[in-house]
C-alpha cells in the first residue's frame, strides 16, 4: 500500500509541476489530458495482492473525480484541458479506452 501511496504523491508532484510552467506541446497536453477525461468517464483504481517478508499484503484504492461527479463529458474534459495547458485546441481525439 505505501507504493501506491507513493505513486499517487510523485504523479500529483509530476502534475504540478507541469501546471507550473508554460504552455506545453498539443502532444504533450493530448498525453496528459487523455488522463484526465480518462478519469471523467466513471470510478477508478486499483487492486494489488502478494506476500513480502511479514507474510501477505493487500491493498485496494478507488476513486472518482469531481468531473465525473458532475456528469461532465469526457470530451469536453479533454479539449478544454488540451486548450488551457497548450493554448490551441487539441490535434488529435482522445483515447479514452485503458
Same mark, same amino acid.
Given at each position: 500500500? =505505501? &507504493? $501506491?501511496?507513493?505513486? !499517487?504523491?510523485?504523479?500529483?508532484?509530476?502534475?504540478?509541476?507541469?501546471?507550473? #510552467?508554460?504552455?506545453?506541446?498539443? *502532444?504533450?497536453?493530448? &498525453?496528459? #489530458?487523455?488522463?484526465?477525461? %480518462? %478519469? $471523467?468517464? @466513471?470510478?477508478?483504481?486499483?487492486? $494489488? /495482492?502478494? !506476500? =513480502?517478508?511479514?507474510?501477505?499484503?493487500?491493498?485496494?484504492? !478507488?476513486?472518482?473525480?469531481?468531473?465525473? !461527479?458532475?456528469? +461532465?463529458?469526457?470530451?469536453?474534459?479533454?479539449? *478544454? #484541458?488540451? &486548450?488551457? &495547458?497548450? @493554448?490551441?485546441?487539441? /490535434?488529435?481525439?482522445? +483515447?479514452?479506452?485503458?
Amino acid at each position: 500500500m =505505501n &507504493r $501506491a501511496v507513493s505513486y !499517487i504523491v510523485l504523479s500529483l508532484g509530476a502534475l504540478a509541476a507541469l501546471a507550473g #510552467c508554460g504552455t506545453m506541446s498539443p *502532444e504533450a497536453a493530448a &498525453r496528459l #489530458c487523455e488522463e484526465q477525461a %480518462r %478519469r $471523467a468517464t @466513471g470510478p477508478f483504481g486499483q487492486a $494489488a /495482492i502478494g !506476500i =513480502n517478508q511479514d507474510g501477505p499484503v493487500s491493498g485496494l484504492e !478507488i476513486g472518482v473525480t469531481s468531473d465525473y !461527479i458532475r456528469g +461532465r463529458d469526457p470530451m469536453v474534459v479533454y479539449e *478544454e #484541458c488540451v &486548450r488551457s &495547458r497548450s @493554448g490551441q485546441g487539441p /490535434i488529435r481525439p482522445p +483515447r479514452l479506452e485503458p
